[in-house]
């Protein structure tokens, strides 16, 4: 288990042949960028080149990088090929070539939401990993996810056949009656993984630039490989492949060109830490705090909803400009839903500031001061109600 300085190309020819059960990459991606990132603590920088001469130049230096891996690979072994819409339509074509087409297995979509300023043209929320086996003789590991929330009980306790026209059906024994299926660990994993990508504030996040989360690494690892096996990851990177590998109890090697980056995985591996994705324990509606009054709400306002704030509800955009939104809760006097929306509005620098009403109050009259940054709104129920009250009062008035 080692970490190694130095081009891939060149140390890669010290590994025996037939040696590696699993190979990770990810590679430059042909961005024609500098990539460079600034750690959390601001104390240290990490950077590298994905700058090339011409997508010819790229691609002959992937061929040697990919005739190497599969000369290292088992018989037994897989690679696993991380790219983007740069060049994967170019290393499509490059790995047929190498390991042949009948050796492709998956188009891995790893999906994740990311936040993003607007553009012409459509949001990059995924990229491709390619899996491809040495021979037709490799190790695979079915993983399972969890059903979904719409499958029918009967589809998870019954077994399933094929009739006369290839329908899937229940089975039936001879009598009739319909057969128990087996145990059943949920659905086999598809190639299309949402897993989300890694926040400015996760703990295993360390400021390098393209880092991946651990529990994508994991997953890959998982599939092609059983405990003790070895992982080889030719760019290596932050040593997010190593610390998965190591944490699942493979053994692994490392390199990459920066003596940063290898300083940087050695020090990862020393206390490998993995952070735990809360929205794939608790799926996205844990996060969904508001109720669909609440909603309607901000709806009515063409406002955009924010879960995860306590003194802004949402957000209203005019002219550009970003103007928090508040619903003053059932717990709360229409000054306190005011205090909590300035002081939350002003940590975002926002100076324009909506506040909807949703309750009278008999002291209504003592918060009534002028506030030219808080425009408060009655919610259109208390506005209905309101109304109402006065006509009920009209109406008695009229009587007397």
């Known amino acids: 288990m080692t970490v190694l300085c130095g081009d891939c190309r060149i140390v890669l020819q010290s590994i025996n042949d037939s040696s590696i059960d699993l190979?990770?990459?990810?590679?430059?991606?042909?961005?024609?960028?500098?990539?460079?990132?600034?750690?959390?603590?601001?104390n240290a920088s990490y950077s590298f080149e994905d700058t090339w001469e011409s997508i010819e130049t790229y691609l002959a230096f992937m061929r040697e990088v990919l005739i190497q891996c599969k000369r290292v690979l088992k018989d037994t072994?897989?690679?696993?090929?991380?790219?983007?819409?740069?060049?994967?339509?170019?290393?499509?074509?490059?790995?047929?070539?190498?390991?042949?087409?009948?050796?492709?297995?998956?188009?891995?979509?790893?999906?994740?939401?990311?936040?993003?300023?607007?553009?012409?043209?459509?949001?990059?929320?995924?990229?491709?990993?390619y899996f491809y086996s040495k021979?037709?003789?490799?190790?695979?590991?079915?993983?399972?996810?969890?059903?979904?929330?719409?499958?029918?009980?009967?589809?998870?306790?019954?077994?399933?056949?094929?009739?006369?026209?290839?329908?899937?059906?229940?089975r039936?024994?001879?009598?009739?009656?319909?057969?128990?299926?087996?145990?059943?660990?949920?659905?086999?994993?598809?190639?299309v993984w949402y897993i989300p990508f890694l926040n400015p504030k996760a703990k295993e996040r360390v400021g390098y630039p393209?880092?991946?989360?651990?529990?994508?690494?994991?997953?890959?690892?998982?599939?092609?490989?059983?405990?003790?096996?070895?992982?080889?990851?030719?760019?290596?990177g932050s040593g997010t492949t190593l610390v998965a590998a190591k944490l699942l109890g493979r053994t692994y090697i490392g390199i990459d060109i920066s003596r940063e980056a290898v300083s940087l995985?050695?020090?990862?591996?020393?206390?490998?830490?993995?952070?735990?994705?809360?929205?794939?324990?608790?799926?996205?509606?844990?996060?969904?705090?508001?109720s669909n009054y609440e909603r309607n709400l901000l709806k009515a306002l063409d406002a955009v909803p924010v879960e995860r704030n306590s003194g802004?509800?949402?957000?209203?955009f005019i002219d550009e400009q970003p103007i928090p939104v508040r619903i003053q809760k059932d717990d709360e006097d229409i000054a306190t839903a005011r205090q909590k929306l300035k002081a939350a509005s002003r940590a975002k620098q926002c100076s324009?500031?909506?506040?909807?009403?949703?309750?009278?109050e008999n002291n209504l009259c003592l918060f009534e001061t002028e506030d030219d940054d808080v425009l408060v709104i009655d919610a259109y129920d208390l506005i209905i109600r309101s109304w109402l009250h006065k006509r009920k009062y009209r109406k008695k008035t009229t009587v007397s």
């Open 23 to 42: 190979v990770y990459m990810d590679p430059p991606f042909f961005t024609q960028k500098t990539h460079a990132l600034v750690n959390r603590d601001g």
């Open 77 to 129: 072994g897989s690679i696993f090929v991380h790219c983007d819409r740069s060049a994967s339509h170019h290393l499509r074509v490059l790995l047929d070539q190498i390991f042949g087409p009948e050796h492709f297995q998956s188009e891995i979509i790893w999906t994740y939401r990311r936040w993003s300023n607007s553009k012409k043209g459509l949001l990059p929320a995924h990229q491709t990993i």
């Open 135 to 170: 021979t037709e003789n490799f190790k695979f590991n079915v993983l399972f996810t969890d059903y979904s929330p719409t499958t029918n009980i009967d589809q998870i306790l019954q077994a399933r056949a094929r009739n006369e026209k290839g329908k899937s059906v229940y």
């Open 172 to 191: 039936r024994d001879q009598h009739g009656n319909i057969v128990a299926g087996k145990e059943k660990k949920g659905v086999p994993l598809s190639d």
């Open 210 to 236: 393209t880092q991946k989360p651990v529990l994508l690494l994991e997953r890959i690892i998982k599939i092609a490989t059983d405990s003790g096996d070895s992982v080889l990851d030719p760019f290596c």
């Open 265 to 290: 995985s050695e020090e990862r591996l020393r206390q490998p830490i993995k952070s735990e994705s809360q929205l794939l324990v608790v799926g996205e509606e844990g996060f969904r705090m508001k």
């Open 312 to 316: 802004i509800d949402g957000f209203l």
């Open 352 to 360: 324009s500031m909506i506040l909807i009403r949703t309750k009278t």
